[in-house]
């Protein structure tokens, strides 16, 4: 799969984003809407999280939507695989405000094509020199879009998720879920309670302050979740991030789930019912690999970003193989007969069913899984593609993979290094079955990569 990610400026792996007011600000969001409505004029859905600088971005956003002769669909908060969900069933395009895991000062914006997926980079690099184009026309006033208010789409969302399962497969299970106080509050109690479950909320106001907790779902940030599961004999928690398109959670132990534990469990209830292939970045732990291996299926790999994993996804369908889910180890999981996006509403109640036709606890069924031990790093430096290209060159004889960065397998061991994009820094992963195992070569790769640097600091 070819890589552009190079070329672009503004855009990273999901959309624009900064800090608000001072890299994403209202003429940044109106360029944008300018930029867009001239790439895909026509019938184009907004929404956005609950961040306080929202109504700012959005009204300039629309300005620029509506200025160049779009339709403007504002479907107000709602999460971001709501608005993707939206846009396939009726829309011409999408744009969504919102900086999803970040903190609260950040905002930003993802572009949603027509059939619901992140705009990919191609598409992304037009949009950007469009964006520099100072002769976008301002339609006249018989040209100009028109704008509805639409609340109400969310719930088509919510009732398209709850449709997919049978009759009340929560009946008796108590959950709790922790939106973060964002736009979760509104869909997924909702979807949970039409499963039939008993839902107890925490954070469920929403909140552009997140007065309870940042919008990336830390073990630090879900005490109080976890207090909750236990104290209410709780199935498990679900917490989501600022624009819910990622779940994760906590056991009915109350004990955070590590997210590549959380994908290889929903993996191996997916390989029960269905055989073909399950798509995931480079930088997901071997434990979906044995997963699907011991189900005979297969995986198929792809760079980080889900943009990536959901463009394979429709890819391998388009020429003729069964693809049967995607995603990261992030809690970001895509379902692919629902949507070909991460959906955090859809993860949640996937769990439900996958709890209601086990004899097992969410606990118990998490701890069957092998075992594995990751590490993750990063290491500041502005010489980050220089130093893969050296590290390229020392491990040439050994089994690597060029997929994203280097990644270096050896046995059931993997190192991956990758250079953001966006910051001075490389990150290096290490995924391995043991603690030892994983220590030993991430020592390894860090001395290599402090030689190397030394070499080209000098
Ligand atoms: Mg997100």
Same mark, same amino acid.
């Given at each position: 799969m070819a890589i552009i990610k190079v070329q672009k400026q503004l855009f990273g792996t999901n959309g624009v984003r900064g800090i608000a007011g001072k890299d994403m600000t209202p003429e940044l969001a109106l360029n944008i809407g300018k930029a867009l409505g001239t790439m895909r004029p026509g019938k184009i859905a907004v929404g956005r999280d609950t961040r306080t600088t929202g109504p700012v971005l959005i009204n300039a956003l629309k300005a620029?939507?509506?200025?160049?002769?779009?339709?403007?669909?504002?479907?107000?908060?709602?999460?971001t695989p709501a608005l993707q969900y939206i846009v396939k069933e009726h829309y011409d395009c999408g744009a969504m405000i919102t900086a999803s895991h970040n903190p609260p000062e950040y905002n930003g914006v993802k572009i949603i094509e027509p059939d619901g997926t992140e705009m990919g980079d191609e598409e992304i690099i037009l949009l950007e020199d469009l964006l520099s184009d100072k002769t976008v026309p301002f339609k006249s006033w018989d040209l100009v879009g028109t704008e509805v208010s639409a609340p109400h789409l969310v719930d088509e969302y919510i009732h398209a998720i709850a449709s997919r399962f049978p009759e009340k497969p929560g009946k008796g299970m108590t959950v709790v879920v922790d939106p973060g106080s964002g736009p979760a509050c509104h869909t997924t109690p909702a979807i949970l309670q039409a499963l039939g479950c008993r839902v107890i909320?925490?954070?469920?106001?929403?909140?552009?302050t997140f007065p309870g907790r940042l919008p990336e779902?830390?073990?630090?940030? @879900?005490?109080?979740? #976890? *207090?909750?599961? @236990?104290?209410?004999? #709780? *199935?498990?928690?679900?917490?989501h991030d600022g624009d819910a398109d990622r779940a994760v959670f906590v056991d009915n132990n109350g004990v955070f789930v590590e997210e590549n534990q959380e994908f290889a469990l929903f993996a191996q209830y997916i390989c029960q019912n269905a055989t073909g292939t399950i798509v995931t970045p480079v930088s997901t732990s071997l434990l979906i690999e044995m997963i699907a291996e011991t189900a005979g299926c297969t995986v198929t790999y792809t760079p980080v970003g889900s943009i990536y994993v959901a463009r394979k996804m429709r890819e391998l369908i388009e020429t003729g193989n069964t693809v049967i889910f995607g995603g990261e180890g992030n809690g970001g999981l895509i379902f692919p007969d629902h949507q070909f996006c991460r959906d955090g509403g859809m993860t949640a109640a996937t769990l439900v069913l996958l709890l209601a036709t086990s004899d097992k606890s969410f606990s118990s069924l998490l701890s069957a899984l092998p075992q594995r031990r990751m590490i993750k790093e990063k290491i500041k430096t502005p010489y980050g593609l220089q130093l893969i290209e050296q590290l390229n060159k020392k491990y040439a004889q050994e089994s690597v993979d060029h997929t994203d960065g280097l990644k270096l397998k050896r046995n059931r061991t993997w190192a991956l290094i990758r250079a953001s994009g966006t910051e001075p820094l490389v990150r290096v992963m290490v995924d391995a079955e043991d603690s030892k195992t994983g220590l030993a070569l991430f020592e390894e790769i860090e001395n290599s990569v402090s030689e190397i640097l030394k070499k080209i600091s000098h």
């Open positions: 620029g939507l509506l200025a160049t002769g779009c339709d403007v669909i504002d479907c107000g908060i709602l999460p909320t925490i954070n469920g106001v929403m909140d552009g779902p830390s073990p630090e940030g @879900l005490k109080g979740l #976890a *207090a909750l599961v @236990l104290a209410n004999n #709780a *199935a498990f928690g679900v917490a």
